[in-house]
C-alpha cells in the first residue's frame, strides 16, 4: 500500500507545506518505511531543508529513494550523490532568485514602476466620466484597474 503526498501550487523552497506536513507527521507515527520522490527537489530545495528531512527519515528508519537521480540513501555512494544534488538545487535557487532581481532591477532602471497606483485621483476620475468617457478609457489613461475607475464613479453616484 502506498499514500502519495502532493502540494499543488506551493514552492519546494517553503518549509511549510501542507503534505510535506502530513507525510512528516506520518513518518513519525511510522505509517510507511520508505519515501519515494521522483525527483530530489520535489521534497525541498534548501540543502539545510532536505539534510534535515533525510536525517529524521534515517533516525526513524525510514529509507528516502529519488528515482530521477537514482539516489539511495541506504548505500554509501548514495549519501554522497544527496549531498552534491541537494546543493546544486539550492544553488539552481538562488540563481533564479539572482535572476529575477536583476531583471526587475533593468526594469526600473527603465523607468518601469511595479505595484498598484499610490492613489487614485477621484477628482480627475469623476471630471473624465462627465465628459463621457468610458470606464475602459479612463482606466487606461489614468492607468489603473477598471474595478478601481468603477467604484469611483458608483461613489459619486450614491
Do not use: W
Not at 102 to 115: D, E, L, Q
Amino acid at each position: 500500500m502506498f499514500k502519495e503526498y502532493v502540494d499543488i501550487g506551493i514552492s519546494g523552497a517553503k518549509q511549510m507545506r501542507p503534505a510535506l506536513n502530513q507525510m512528516m507527521e506520518d513518518a513519525r507515527k511510522r505509517r510507511f518505511d520508505c519515501v519515494l520522490v521522483f525527483k530530489l527537489d520535489r521534497l525541498g530545495r534548501s540543502l539545510s531543508h532536505l539534510v534535515h528531512s533525510l536525517e529524521e527519515f534515517q533516525n526513524l528508519g525510514i529509507h528516502f529513494i529519488s528515482y530521477q537521480e537514482n539516489i539511495d540513501l541506504s548505500q554509501s555512494t548514495g549519501k554522497l550523490m544527496f549531498h552534491l544534488l541537494s546543493a546544486m538545487a539550492e544553488f539552481e535557487r538562488d540563481l533564479i532568485r539572482e535572476r529575477v532581481n536583476a531583471g526587475i532591477k533593468a526594469a526600473r532602471a527603465k523607468g518601469k514602476k511595479f505595484g498598484r497606483p499610490r492613489s487614485i485621483n477621484r477628482a480627475h476620475v469623476r471630471a473624465l466620466r462627465q465628459e463621457g468617457m468610458s470606464l475602459r478609457a479612463i482606466a487606461k489613461k489614468m492607468k489603473i484597474s477598471q474595478a478601481g475607475v468603477y467604484k469611483v464613479v458608483s461613489q459619486t453616484t450614491n
